[in-house]
């Protein structure tokens, strides 16, 4: 992370930490590759220069050989995970998680996207799923926090309450 800062490049870093995990998560014969004790590190590193080459940043396909050389590349995946949450830490990004019952229109996101940007005092990407089983309301999942205003929590809420009583 500090080379990075240092030449400059750290979005580049990023970018390539973003292609890494997706590659892996998306491909398994790929992680079954890298996962293959018969297939020694030279050969690894061979592929993975055929692959990434001319897309990553010399330094990334560097560190991707050192990781690979002392035989750790099933933690490749990891790294990749860990370096893009340093990252947005260290550029002061929250990323939020929506699931609403129906979809959010656009100006719904955007306004949203405003608050939560005001509220956390950060940078906030916001990623928004439908889940009708919610059947109204949202779930708001920030980091390790989550605010549940769904009607089918609420619902539920209630069921134990009144089963509680009874």
């Known amino acids: 992370m500090m080379v990075g800062t240092e030449n400059q490049c750290l979005d580049a870093l990023k970018a390539d930490m973003e292609l890494l995990g997706s590659t892996i ?72 998680h929506v699931v609403s019952a129906a979809g959010m229109d656009n100006r719904s996101q955007q ?26 309301g949202f779930t708001l999942r920030v980091g390790d926090q989550q605010y549940d205003a769904s009607l089918s929590s609420g619902l539920e809420r209630m069921r134990k309450k009144l089963k509680f009583k009874a």
């Open 111 to 136: 306004r949203l996207q405003q608050q939560l940007n005001v509220l956390l005092k950060a940078d906030v990407q916001m990623t928004v799923e439908v889940n009708p089983g919610l059947i109204g």
């Open 25 to 96: 998560k998306e491909n398994p014969v790929f992680g079954q590759m890298l996962d293959n004790p018969v297939i020694k590190p030279p050969q690894k590193r061979q592929v993975m220069a055929e692959l990434l080459e001319k897309r990553v940043h010399p330094m990334t396909l560097n560190f991707i050989n050192i990781i690979i050389h002392n035989r750790r590349e099933l933690l490749l995946a990891d790294v990749s995970r860990n370096f893009i949450d340093l990252y947005e830490k260290m550029k002061g990004i929250k990323r939020a």
